[in-house]
């Protein structure tokens, strides 16, 4: 992802994650870090303040023009905001870890049937009869 486009997207991932309750304290807080180093730089343009609190907002539709006052900036280069930004997005952005296993083995029943999400395998099934124990 190029710098400019990391910088976005921090800052919108971490607009919508504060926004809701469920997220932790560290991306509202990342977010705030990386809003509030974004604005320093942006200070000398004061269109390019309100264009980042309206991006805010609505990202989508500010979104080209954060890009244009960013890159006007030259925060592309700016090493300590983009490691702000690769932060916030590391927290704001849920981590997947390897899918669980799970075993199951269905007895005394005639017929069986199972709904899962994913990949599944199913092996070979075996009818018994009663006293087959």
Do not use: C
């Amino acid at each position: 992802m190029d710098p400019l486009s990391l910088i976005v997207a921090a800052l919108a991932a971490g607009a919508a994650a504060a926004a809701k309750d469920t997220a932790g304290a560290a991306v509202p807080d990342g977010y705030q870090g990386l809003k509030a180093l974004v604005r320093k730089r942006l200070a000398a343009d004061p269109a390019a303040v309100v264009v980042l609190g309206e991006h805010e907002k609505d990202p989508d539709t500010y979104d080209a023009p954060l890009r244009k006052k960013l890159a006007a900036a030259a925060l592309e280069r700016d090493e300590p905001i983009l490691q702000a930004a690769r932060r916030l997005l590391e927290e704001a952005t849920p981590s997947v870890g390897p899918a669980p296993v799970i075993r199951q083995t269905i007895s005394n029943v005639k017929y069986a049937a199972t709904s899962v999400t994913g990949d599944a395998t199913i092996g070979p099934i075996h009818e018994q009869t009663p006293g087959d124990g």
